[in-house]
């Protein structure tokens, strides 16, 4: 009997009172509402809305220097004046606000692309077989963030072509996104809000690829090297702006031939295809006219990159998701 039930025959009475005490009280807070009822996965809809919703909020403090990396791409005249020199001649000119032209285009243009490409990089990932640490290679990081941008760029081309128009428009008013979508669908029909398609899947694909496979890459190597966690903040930045260098360098190219193909006059077609295009950039300009601008793409890349993913973890810590 004693070496059934050693407690009941060796242990006091006031000895047991603290097992009881803690027992009960680790019962209690094991059927707390918060430890019982487990957060559901969020949905694919909510992740998606997570991933718009971080990109509304920073492209609203970006939008200058896409404005001013985009004059540089289509104009040697800007190409010259620098970053600086853009700006300066965009606020005496046209005033401080036309830095934010095509600003409500370009919410369109995060809410449908950005939204996609970001939100449906997880479970992209799940779909290339990356389910444990050893199965998800850096390969497998960027077919997922490769795919996820295709299906992005395909419902934010539109916007994308209406946002490059409005930016580049130069004189004292600002452009109307209403008036700016008639004219194009006047001159070229529905087509034309789908101008430099081919040019903006090959350049989504190539920098949401590079974006989310180095970000996810260099957040292991930021957590190996100064044993932060990966969701820390620290560690988000820095894997950020790694990944927003990386960006820069393959994507510029893509960007450049996007810009001219999208930014050609309404009634007039300059440029076949992106293929057209880029050779005749190589041709007419040289090779080194890709990567004109880099500097204010850079600029641009690198706080779009860490705000879009510093708001877009801390929206999935809210719900209840792990780290990227």
């Known amino acids: ?47 998606v809305g997570m991933a718009g919703g971080a990109a509304v909020i920073t492209v609203s403090f970006i939008h200058p220097i896409d404005v001013i990396k985009t004059r540089i791409q289509v104009s040697p005249e800007y190409g010259k004046l620098g970053m600086g020199g853009t700006a300066g001649k965009i ?13 409500n285009a ?32 850096f390969l497998k990081k960027f077919a997922a963030g490769s795919a996820a941008g295709a299906l992005g760029s395909l419902a934010g081309n539109p916007f994308d072509v209406l946002k490059t128009k409005m930016m580049t428009a130069e004189g004292s008013g600002t452009p109307s996104i209403t008036k700016t979508a008639l004219d194009l669908f006047k001159n070229q029909g529905i087509g034309g809000f789908y101008r430099g398609i081919d040019s ?8 949401n690829g590079t974006k989310m496979a180095c970000y996810d890459q260099a957040k292991g190597f930021v957590v190996q090297v100064t044993g932060f966690e990966r969701k820390s903040l620290v560690t988000t930045f820095f894997s950020a702006v790694t990944a927003g260098f990386f960006m820069t360098c393959t994507v510029a190219p893509f960007d450049m031939v996007r810009t001219r193909l999208m930014n050609q006059p309404a009634d007039a077609k300059i440029y076949s295809n992106a293929f057209d295009c880029a050779m005749k950039i190589a041709t007419n300009e040289g ?38």
């Open 200 to 207: 903006n899947i090959m350049r989504a694909m190539v920098l």
């Open 1 to 47: 009997l004693i070496s059934c039930f050693p407690r009941c025959s060796l242990t006091k009475p006031e000895q047991q009172q603290p097992t009881i005490i803690k027992i009960t009280m680790s019962l209690s807070k094991s059927q707390s509402p918060s430890m019982l009822a487990t957060s559901a996965a969020p949905s694919l809809l909510q992740q």
């Open 91 to 103: 606020v005496s000119s046209e005033g401080f606000t036309a830095l934010w032209n095509g600003v």
């Open 106 to 137: 370009a919410w369109l243009r995060e809410a449908s692309y950005t939204s996609l490409r970001l939100g449906l990089y997880e479970p992209c990932k799940v779909a290339f077989g990356c389910t444990t640490p050893e199965t998800t290679t």
């Open 287 to 324: 090779p080194l006219t890709f990567w004109r601008g880099f500097f204010p793409i850079w600029s641009r890349f690198a706080p779009t990159t860490t705000l879009q993913l510093v708001i877009f973890e801390t929206l999935r810590s809210v719900m209840g998701m792990e780290s990227l």
